[in-house]
Each structure stands twice: as C-alpha cells, then as structure tokens.
C-alpha cells in the first residue's frame, strides 16, 4: 500500500482491525444462528406413570420439581389415576415462582380403578380377613411361621392388583398415553403393573423410579444366594444378619412367596385375559430381576449406608431420599411454629393406612405420660411437649375431659403441652426440620424413616408391616433409635414404649442417637438433594436434541 502514501505499519494495523471487525461479525451471526436452532430444537420430553397413592406418588413429583428447576424448558408430562390433578399442578406453580420461565407439568388421566381400590375389591373378591380401611388381618398378627406364610399369600395382589378386563383398560389407556405423548423418555413406577406392562409390550426406552430401598431389588442377586438366608424376609421381623437358628425358617418364607406367586390364581387369569386381548405379555415388579432389559436403570430412595450392608448392582441406582420440598414453618402455620418452639417436640405420626383402635390409642397415650412425667422431674427438666397426628378406626373421643384418653393426658393437654390431632397443615418433613423435634414415633415406612433421616431426628418406630420391619431393623442397626415394639410388634404396649421413647431421648445412649442420626443428615447432604439426583440421572437418560 506504499503507493498510496500509506505506510506499512498502518496498512497491517487497518488490516488487523477489518479482519477483526470480520471475524466479529462472522461471531454475531454465527451466535444468531446458533439460538434460532436452539429455539427451534424441540424441548425434550419426559412422561412419567405412577400409581396415584402418595406414599408411591410422592417421589414422582419431588423428581418433577427438581427436573424443572434443573431444565426449565423440559417438557414434562403426569399420567396417573384421578385424584393428582392439583397435587400435579401445585408442582409446576410452585416451582415457577423461583423459575418463572418452567413450563407447566402437563397431566393425564388413566382410565380404570386405582391400586388401594382395585386391591379392596380383590381382597373381597377372594375374601381375605381384613378390617375396614386396613390392609389383611394378617398383617396385624405377630410374625411367626403360620402368620408370615399368611401375609406372604396376602401380599401377592400387590404385585398383580386387578382381575382381566381392569388389567386391560389400563394398559390400552398407558399405551394410548405413551403414543400419544411421544416422550424422549417414559419414567415408570416400579410397582405399577399395568406401565410396567405397557413399556415392556412396546418397547420404549424408560427407567423405573421407586420410593423403597436397595435391598427389595438387590436381595434377589446377592452372592452366595444371601437374599434366602441372610437378609431378613417379609414379614419376618428378623434382625440383620438373619441369626443361624432362624435362618432355615428365612429360607422357607423367601421359598414360599416364590411359591405363592408361582399358584396364585388371580395372577394366572389376569396374564391369560390380558395376553387373549392384546397379545401382552403381564410383566410385574419381579420382571425387574428375572427379566431385566439390559440397558434398563431403577432410582431407589436410598443410599448404601442407609440400607444393609449389600452388593449393589450396576443398574440400581442409589439417588438418597427422594423427598418433596415443604415451605418452613413460620411461612405455612406461624401459630405452630410458635407452639413448636415452646419445647422438644415428640412427633408421632403413623401414617394414614394405620388406623389406630381405642385400645392400641390408649397404650400409645399412657406411654406418652409415663414419658412426659418422667422428663419433667429429671434435672435440668425441658418442657417437652407432643404433637400427635391420630388417624382412629372406629368412633371413640380424644380430647374430652370424660374419655379415656383426656384422663389420661388431660393435665398436658389443658398446658397446652400435648396436641392430638386428624390432620396438621404443613408437611411432615416441615415439623422435623423445624428444629424443635426431638424424636419421631412412626410405623416404619418409607416416607417416614426419610423424613426423619434427612432431617437427622432420632426414631422410634413401631413396625406395621411388609418392608415397616426392615426400617425398624436400619433403624437400631445405624444407632439413631430404637425399635418400640420389639416384643408386642405388631402391636405396642406403653411398657415396651415408654421405656425406648425413654432410652433415646434422655438414656445412655441419647447423646449418640443425636450425634449419629446428625451425621447420617449430614451425609446426605454431602451426597446430595435425592430428587436431584434422580433428576440428574434421568436427563443423562435423555440427552439434548441437536438438529
């Protein structure tokens, strides 16, 4: 460029400033074509299907809460039976509030009865014993060879719930759903007979999410076959290890259920009505070990150390409690925070499939004043304090001056010190977390030994039934409290109870219950938020779309 009387120093300076000016044009545009795709990339697309009961339900929409959070434009969709529809939309306001641009939870309704229906009809149907609002009789009766080969029989409905014509009106309505939707990725309850049906006849990619524990899918691919003989069966009541001398009697209860299921009749009709209808071939929860698609992953609510000490296989994935969020205290009931605040509070909570009798109401209310008149009168007493939840079976008074009941805790409750209520306001998770509960008294389930685990409350639990055992057992062998009815279970006394409601809260070891029930909080933490983590690995599942 020398002739035109321009050096060339400041030719290569107007250079490098037209080459920049270039490249940063080129940038721009390349920026601007890069977010028209990205918009018009289809979001991906999530469907879920569970059964509508909470304690199943709930895992789902704490997932769903964190998944929008997580990729708020994900396209997330609910298919369940009828009674979730606000619990549905809550998820997607809730979470909008904090993350406004999260799209709203689309929901779907299964055509068809739900499991807690289906199961009473069957129950009727094949006229097992049980007493109204409550599972078998033989749930309720102490474990032992005659008792635990009963309910092991009375379990398998859970598995296959329906008879043939409801069995089929469900998988046509799934199926219908799963076509319709068209997700990237369908998320399938583990216990939901009819999805797991409808994934398998399909052939869809899906992944299985669960509220239980590492052990219901691990037991059964332990080595040395340690699921028969060392881990505790249903119903059992064993503790882990399974001792030596009632380990042959471990071996027949885990033989018997595979025997039970292998005769039972409503099982064998619902599989021939279905394949006669559709050409589907029944696949339950025990598809899941037996006949597992390789590439298939299951979220469990749990971790390793929260569970027996087990092999865990690749596909089971340990996410940690899987619980939804619950607005503090002081923001969703400031009188009970007041209230709660006043003292250590004894929260006791036993779910709302285990109605509590009279009689069983008494021995409860009698323990809690043994334990109540015993605290005040130590030194350095604390004004501790209960918060009852008392869902009844059968009509009986609680508070009034005349009952049972009111004589018995009739001082306490005019001190305002004990409250006995139907229902409470805010979330279980809520109360725990408040920072005033000391200890929680619950039947043993899922939902419960998380809640107080993440909140890091020490337990008592009275065991119901089913898996309540094995949560009793994690409790006492993780040392952050004590199993309330190990000699009545699964019924109490205010003997039995008092007496461990007294050892964790003020015995030898109460200190070590905190501290440990404090580390194994922490440790969750550490770990991570649960419905994270399922969330995390469900969108590894379900990778980004690129055009």
Excluded at 27 to 48: C, D, G, N, Y
Excluded at 73 to 98: K, P, Q, W
Excluded at 111 to 119: A, Y
Excluded at 470 to 485: P, T
Aim: include cysteine; charged fraction near 20%; charge should be neutral.
């Amino acid at each position: 460029m020398a002739h035109l009387g321009i050096s060339e120093p400041v030719a290569l300076k107007w250079r490098y400033i037209f080459h920049s000016d270039l490249l940063s044009i080129l940038r721009t545009h390349l920026s601007v074509e890069i977010w028209k795709m990205a918009s018009q990339t289809p979001p991906r697309k999530i469907l879920f299907l569970t059964n509508v009961e909470r304690g199943e339900a709930n895992v789902f929409l704490a997932t769903c809460d964190a998944l929008l959070r997580l990729a708020p434009s994900i396209e997330l969709h609910f298919a369940t039976f009828s009674g979730l529809e606000d619990a549905v939309a809550s998820v997607g306001r809730h979470v909008r509030e904090s993350v406004p641009q999260a799209e709203p939870i689309t929901f779907h309704k299964i055509d068809g009865i739900s499991m807690e229906d289906s199961l009473k009809q069957l129950f009727k149907r094949e006229k097992v014993p049980t007493r109204a609002g409550y599972p078998p009789n033989s749930y309720l009766e102490r474990p032992g060879i005659i008792n635990t080969t009963k309910a092991l029989r009375d379990t398998i409905p859970v598995f296959v719930p329906y008879n043939g014509p409801q069995m089929v009106d469900i998988f046509c309505s799934i199926c219908e759903t799963i076509k319709k939707v068209d997700a990237d990725l369908v998320v399938v309850n583990s216990l939901m007979t009819p999805g797991l049906t409808a994934c398998y006849h399909l052939g869809i990619k899906f992944t299985c999410l669960s509220p239980n524990s590492i052990k219901d899918f691990a037991a059964a691919v332990q080595p040395k076959a340690a699921g028969l003989w060392k881990i505790p069966a249903l119903f059992s009541g064993y503790t882990f290890p399974v001792p030596w001398y009632s380990r042959p009697a471990n071996i027949y209860y885990n033989i018997y259920g595979l025997f039970a299921w292998s005769r039972d009749n409503n099982r064998k009709q619902t599989e021939k009505y279905l394949a006669a209808q559709t050409g589907a071939t029944l696949r339950t929860p025990m598809d899941l070990t037996t006949n597992r698609p390789v590439w298939l992953k299951i979220l469990v609510s749990s971790l390793p150390e929260l569970d027996f000490p087990l092999a865990i296989p690749d596909y089971l994935i340990p996410c940690g409690p899987i619980l939804r969020d619950a607005s503090p205290i002081p923001e969703s009931d400031p009188k009970l925070e007041e209230w709660l605040a006043r003292g250590p509070t004894i929260y006791l909570n036993l779910g709302s499939i285990c109605p509590v009798t009279e009689s069983q109401a008494l021995e409860l209310a009698l323990a809690l004043k043994v334990v109540l008149d015993t605290l005040r009168v130590q030194p350095k007493a604390q004004n501790f304090q209960v918060l009852w939840k008392l869902k009844k079976l059968g009509n009986y008074e609680v508070l009034e001056p005349g009952s049972s009941i009111g004589k018995l805790l009739g001082q306490y409750i005019k001190l305002d010190s004990v409250r006995i209520v139907d229902w409470i306001q805010v979330e279980p998770i809520a109360v725990l977390q408040s920072g005033h509960a000391v200890c929680s008294v619950h039947h043993g389930g899922a939902n419960s030994f998380n809640e107080a685990v993440r909140a890091g409350v020490p337990q008592v639990i009275l065991p119901q039934w089913i898996d309540c055992y094995d949560y009793a057992e994690r409790v006492e062998m993780l040392g952050i409290g004590r199993i309330g009815s190990r000699k009545a279970k699964p019924r109490w006394t205010a003997k039995e109870l008092s007496q461990e409601l007294l050892h964790v809260l003020r015995g030898e070891n109460a200190i070590s219950f905190r501290q440990k029930a404090n580390e194994i909080a922490s440790l969750c933490d550490k770990n991570g938020i649960g419905a994270m983590v399922a969330a995390q690995t469900l969108l590894g599942e379900c990778p980004e779309k690129i055009l």
